[in-house]
Nanobody, 123 residues
Framework: QVRLVESGGGLVQAGGSLRLSCTASTASGRTFYIMGWFRQAPGKDREFVAA????????YYADSAKGRFTISRDNAKNTMYLQMNSLKPEDTAVYYC???????????????WGQGTQVTVSS
């Protein structure tokens, strides 16, 4: 079993910043090669935001996140981060942490999910 716990969500004005964190814990010590962030706005499908490999090389971003969001991870802390700058009202969503073994934007390739953290951007 893998447990992913997100934190750092909240309410911010447009143009502001937030940093999300996702801490992973496993009873077996299993680690996932890929960790990613997805988000789901009310009435919309869950969409890919960003992903990062265990080595941290070549992070992968959705077009909506490029230039504004930065994904990173600290393997020693089993924690992944999403630094979000220049936030827009359309970034409002529940943000989910996910873990898997395939470098992909497809939800189906991620085996473990967190419960989500709400991000609300006011105009």
């Amino acid at each position: 079993q893998v447990r992913l716990v997100e934190s750092g969500g909240g309410l911010v004005q447009a143009g502001g910043s937030l940093r999300l964190s996702c801490t992973a814990s496993t009873a077996s010590g299993r680690t996932f090669y890929i960790m990613g962030w997805f988000r789901q706005a009310p009435g919309k499908d869950r969409e890919f935001v960003a992903a990062i490999s265990r080595t941290g090389g070549s992070p992968y971003y959705a077009d909506s996140a490029k230039g504004r969001f930065t994904i990173s991870r600290d393997n020693a802390k089993n924690t992944m981060y999403l630094q979000m700058n220049s936030l827009k009202p359309e970034d409002t969503a529940v943000y989910y942490c996910a873990a898997g073994d395939v470098y992909s934007s497809a939800r189906s390739t991620y085996a473990a999910w967190g419960q989500g953290t709400q991000v609300t951007v006011s105009s």
